[in-house]
């Protein structure tokens, strides 16, 4: 029972460089989410995809893209990193048909963009 | 405006004893509240949720919805030191959850 996995847990970047943050999901959830954790700021979204090849900007967009791979798969690129993007990620995932359905988060990315 | 505001606290309280956590909305349209609890360094996980108008309770923890106020509340009897951690509102909004900052929490023995 995996639930929600992602890949790396900790990365360390220099300015400029780019990196993809791996997520993928065995609960065969529709929704899927991406989130940015920083202190004082709480999780701000960055981009959710409601379905299998749908995507949606959230709340703080700038700097990434996302591709919704298939359902169980959702990527966070970073093209270009900046020191502004070092935080603490989370990927989520919903089962958004069923009533109240809580999101269920992975272990989290720490990165620092150095 | 943020979605959903908490107290960031800290909130400390003795071992044993209530620990109220508060939580206000400004969308009307969402449809359902979240409480998460985030130990340092780890991931949220749920505690409850509630989409109804009244209070919900689970062991020893209990949600409160107030839809005309747009106010959500969880409560955690007889406080355990492993209670202490950061908790999170959320509301649910379509496709979207909306989280608070967070309340931390520590519970002193």
């Known amino acids: 029972n995996a639930g929600v996995t992602q890949t790396p847990k900790f990365q360390v970047l220099k300015t400029g460089q780019s990196m993809t943050l791996q997520c993928a999901q065995d609960?065969?959830?529709?929704?899927m989410y991406w989130y940015r954790q920083d202190p004082g700021m709480g999780l701000r979204l960055i981009y959710y995809?409601?379905?299998?090849?749908?995507?949606d900007k959230g709340e703080v967009p700038n700097g990434y893209n996302v591709s919704r791979l298939n359902k169980r798969e959702f990527s966070l690129r970073l093209e270009s990193a900046a020191p502004s993007q070092t935080s603490v990620y989370f990927c989520?995932?919903?089962?958004?048909?069923?009533?109240?359905?809580?999101?269920?988060f992975g272990q989290g990315t720490r990165l620092t963009v150095v | 405006q943020k979605e959903v505001e908490q107290n960031s606290g800290p909130l400390s309280v003795p071992e044993g004893a209530i620990a109220s956590l508060n939580c206000t909305y400004s969308?009307?349209?969402?449809?359902?509240f979240f409480w998460y609890r985030q130990y340092s360094g780890k991931s949220p996980e749920l505690i409850m949720f509630i989409y109804s108008n009244g209070d919900k309770e689970d062991g020893r923890f209990t949600a409160q919805l107030n839809k005309a106020s747009q106010y959500v509340s969880l409560l955690i009897r007889d406080s355990q030191p492993s209670d202490s951690a950061t908790y999170l509102c959320a509301g649910n909004t379509g496709n979207q959850f909306y989280f608070g900052t967070g309340t931390s929490l520590t519970v002193i023995p």
């Open positions: 989520a995932s919903s089962e958004r048909d069923r009533g109240s359905a809580e999101a269920f």
């Open positions: 969308d009307r349209g969402s449809q359902s």
């Open positions: 609960m065969n959830h529709n929704s």
């Open positions: 995809s409601a379905s299998e090849g749908t995507t």
